[in-house]
């Protein structure tokens, strides 16, 4: 379980934590006010929604909390409200909201948490530990070259440089020579480990950490990709063509225009050279080549 963030302050560690899930649990507070902050325009509840579909996590469960609160009291029309509401965002994100279950919570009460709750008989579908349950285990893709973004790089004394993320690809297994993207560093992996134990290997979704020889802490950083120096090595590139959707931007998008790139654990700043066309983002037509501006 990775405990993302909610503030705005924190979102690089949010998108950091959600690049490395399989589904997303969406906390909706249900507080008179408080809901309608969070899927306003600029609310934390859309932009948690779009990043999680964004990094890949296909899978949702929306969890409707304190629905104990005073505004609310454990009200039918309140959750209604609220699941109309997110489920029209979470489509036009791209979610399919017909898949996703809505569980109205209470987090300090406990309601529909474990169990179900006999405060909202009114309530038929499954309590959050059973949506969970119910959840589709995703393909892993071993037989792909190793991908595993760094999360992070620890010193541990008596043991020495100990990188740890989860594996997105491939498989990571002692004895095998890392070359770790974009800096084209190379060295062997001593160990493997997962909760404390070691592993002859790991697969896609182990979280792991694992000891690399002769290299100094210093030399790794999260964001780096750790690979198979003798299966199509991570490398790192200049430039490369990149298909964008616009949802929601405030000004104006051109050629030189700087965002940040958030890709996997890694935060990059770049700089759109040139905006070859603009498409249809329902139909995949080309409306325009060379556009001066880019719009949602």
């Keep these: 379980v990775i405990d993302a963030p909610g503030h705005r302050d924190f979102i690089k560690n949010m998108i950091t934590g959600t690049s490395q899930a399989d589904c997303a649990i969406l906390v909706v507070a249900s507080g008179v ?56 965002y979470l489509k036009k994100v791209g979610y399919k909201p017909a898949k996703i279950p809505f569980v109205p919570i209470s987090g300090w009460e406990g309601d529909n948490m474990i169990d179900r709750s006999t405060n909202m008989p009114w309530y038929k579908g499954p309590y959050l530990l059973e949506a969970l349950d119910n959840l589709n285990p995703p393909k892993r893709p071993s037989d792909k070259p190793l991908r595993l973004p760094l999360q992070d790089v620890y010193k541990i004394g008596g043991i020495g440089t100990v990188p740890v993320g989860r594996v ?37 979704g182990d979280n792991v950490g694992f000891n690399v020889k002769n290299v100094s802490v210093k030399e790794l950083r999260r964001g780096f990709v750790a ?43 770049c700089k759109f050279k040139e905006i070859t066309e603009k498409m249809d983002r329902r139909s995949g037509k080309v409306l325009e080549t060379a556009p001066k501006f880019g719009s949602r």
């Design 33 to 88: 006010g408080e809901f309608e902050a969070g899927i306003s325009k600029e609310g934390q509840t859309r932009e948690h929604a779009l990043l999680a579909f964004t990094l890949g996590v296909k899978q949702m469960i929306v969890a409707i909390n304190k629905m104990d609160d005073s505004s609310v009291m454990y009200g039918q029309a309140r959750y209604e409200e609220i699941k109309t509401e997110v489920t029209t």
């Design 168 to 204: 997105e690809t491939g498989v990571i297994k002692p004895g095998m020579v890392a070359t770790f993207g974009p800096v084209g560093l190379s060295t062997e992996v001593k160990s493997v480990e997962m909760h404390h134990e070691s592993l002859p290997e790991a697969v896609p």
């Design 227 to 269: 690979s198979d120096s003798k299966n199509d090595p991570a490398k790192g590139t200049q430039d490369f063509t990149a298909q964008v959707i616009v949802l929601n931007h405030p000004g104006q998008i051109g050629n030189g225009y700087s965002p940040v790139l958030d890709c996997h654990t890694a935060h990059v700043a």
